[in-house]
């Protein structure tokens, strides 16, 4: 078991632990005592620190700190808390990978255009136990996106979709909208032009996290669905063209959305890293890009990187593509797959709804044990 700890030893300011697999890690003193878990410090009802951090003493250190017999745990005492304090293997482990790895949900594997979608009915996803949805949440996380076949074709089908995800998020479209050629609107979606790949909410903070489309009406020509996995042509950027990637990395993009009584706007960079360099979000919308102007040379360079990405987007060796029929519906993460369509005539009716980001991270670990 990964878990078994073999030796601890104690050092000026830190407590080294060493695993039965190999890994070792040197957990401060000063984060051990902020992260006790005893009454004074945490209330386990609300899972909320107690603890006033700031007037700890910076060097405080244990009085001592023993591995149990089972290996499972250290047992640790502190100057100014009367109990033993036990801190887990398990979480000691967690939380030590994931100070050098960075997100605790990454994505596994990046496709290209031959992959397929899994595919589930709304009815077997209803039934699933100990979690209604949980083969769609699964699928999410390994693939990033979906298809839901049998759906009755209306709104209520697309809440009990986002009921496996978190809940339908309220956006200025409302919650689940409804959208077909309409040229009141002032969103590209609301025609029946070819839409490139993007991402959706470039103008938001809080890009959202998830996407539902559900064919209500269609007997359309054209209009195929297409998705393309981001991660994939980042990966492929960063081996291949690493400073136009870098460049994507650290230049932020303003998207805006003006019209229907806002103007919204926003700013990030087309790949949002964490701090040990983990890829964690794809935002990339040229059609609700702003006239955000660099100095030179790094518009120059923003434009080069941004031709080479937009480029791979548009080929269909990268391009996943599906007409969607009535009352099938395609799930997909935002922060991950580009979307777009093939041009169409004739009708084409879809509902849909977004979901939150945390909300589907939040599915993922309880169910995946991230």
């Given at each position: 078991m990964t878990s078994v700890i073999i030796n601890i030893l104690a050092l000026d300011d830190q407590l080294?632990?060493?695993?039965?697999?190999?890994?070792?890690?040197?957990?401060?003193f000063f984060w051990l005592r902020d992260n006790a878990k005893d009454e004074s410090s945490f209330d386990i009802r609300s899972n909320q620190r107690e603890l006033f951090t700031a007037g700890?003493?910076?060097?405080?250190?244990?009085?001592?700190?023993?591995?149990?017999?089972?290996?499972?745990?250290?047992?640790?005492?502190?100057?100014?808390?009367?109990?033993?304090?036990?801190?887990?293997?398990?979480?000691?482990?967690?939380?030590?990978?994931?100070?050098?790895?960075?997100?605790?949900?990454?994505?596994?594997?990046?496709?290209?255009?031959?992959?397929?979608?899994?595919?589930?009915?709304?009815?077997?996803?209803?039934?699933?136990?100990?979690?209604?949805?949980?083969?769609?949440?699964?699928?999410?996380?390994?693939?990033?996106?979906?298809?839901?076949?049998?759906?009755?074709?209306?709104?209520?089908?697309?809440?009990?979709?986002?009921?496996?995800?978190?809940?339908?998020?309220?956006?200025i479209f409302g919650g689940v909208w409804e959208f077909e050629a309409d040229g009141d609107m002032a969103d590209s979606a609301y025609t029946s032009k070819a839409l490139r790949p993007h991402t959706d909410g470039s103008y938001s903070f809080d890009a959202p996290g998830a996407q539902i489309l559900l064919c209500v009406e269609n007997d359309a020509e054209g209009g195929k669905s297409i998705i393309v996995d981001g991660y994939k042509i980042a990966e492929q950027m960063k081996r291949e063209h690493p400073d136009q990637y870098a460049d994507l990395a650290r230049l932020d993009v303003e998207g805006v959305y003006a019209g229907d009584g806002v103007e919204?706007?926003?700013?990030?960079?087309?790949?949002?890293?964490?701090?040990?360099?983990?890829?964690?979000?794809?935002?990339?919308?040229?059609?609700?890009?702003?006239?955000?102007?660099?100095?030179?040379?790094?518009?120059?360079?923003?434009?080069?990187?941004?031709?080479?990405?937009?480029?791979?987007?548009?080929?269909?060796?990268?391009?996943?593509?599906?007409?969607?029929?009535?009352?099938?519906?395609?799930?997909?993460?935002?922060w991950r797959m580009l979307h777009g369509r093939t041009a169409f005539?004739?009708?084409?009716?879809?509902?849909g709804a977004y979901t939150n980001r945390e909300d589907l991270e939040s599915r993922i670990r309880l169910l995946t044990n991230c």
């Amino acid at each position: 078991m990964t878990s078994v700890i073999i030796n601890i030893l104690a050092l000026d300011d830190q407590l080294e632990v060493e695993w039965a697999d190999g890994h070792q890690y040197a957990f401060s003193f000063f984060w051990l005592r902020d992260n006790a878990k005893d009454e004074s410090s945490f209330d386990i009802r609300s899972n909320q620190r107690e603890l006033f951090t700031a007037g700890l003493p910076f060097d405080i250190k244990p009085i001592s700190a023993d591995l149990e017999a089972d290996q499972q745990a250290i047992a640790v005492r502190w100057p100014d808390i009367d109990a033993v304090v036990c801190y887990k293997s398990d979480m000691l482990y967690r939380e030590s990978i994931r100070s050098l790895k960075g997100a605790d949900i990454q994505v596994r594997k990046v496709w290209g255009a031959s992959k397929g979608a899994q595919q589930f009915t709304l009815d077997n996803l209803l039934k699933e136990r100990p979690s209604a949805g949980m083969s769609l949440v699964k699928a999410l996380h390994a693939d990033g996106f979906a298809l839901i076949n049998d759906c009755p074709a209306e709104k209520g089908s697309v809440n009990q979709i986002a009921s496996f995800l978190g809940y339908v998020r309220e956006t200025i479209f409302g919650g689940v909208w409804e959208f077909e050629a309409d040229g009141d609107m002032a969103d590209s979606a609301y025609t029946s032009k070819a839409l490139r790949p993007h991402t959706d909410g470039s103008y938001s903070f809080d890009a959202p996290g998830a996407q539902i489309l559900l064919c209500v009406e269609n007997d359309a020509e054209g209009g195929k669905s297409i998705i393309v996995d981001g991660y994939k042509i980042a990966e492929q950027m960063k081996r291949e063209h690493p400073d136009q990637y870098a460049d994507l990395a650290r230049l932020d993009v303003e998207g805006v959305y003006a019209g229907d009584g806002v103007e919204l706007r926003a700013r990030r960079p087309t790949f949002r890293e964490d701090s040990q360099g983990n890829l964690v979000q794809v935002t990339f919308n040229n059609y609700d890009r702003s006239e955000l102007l660099y100095p030179e040379p790094e518009m120059n360079c923003f434009y080069q990187a941004l031709q080479t990405f937009d480029l791979a987007l548009n080929d269909s060796a990268n391009q996943w593509t599906h007409q969607l029929t009535v009352g099938q519906a395609l799930v997909f993460d935002n922060w991950r797959m580009l979307h777009g369509r093939t041009a169409f005539s004739g009708n084409r009716k879809m509902t849909g709804a977004y979901t939150n980001r945390e909300d589907l991270e939040s599915r993922i670990r309880l169910l995946t044990n991230c």
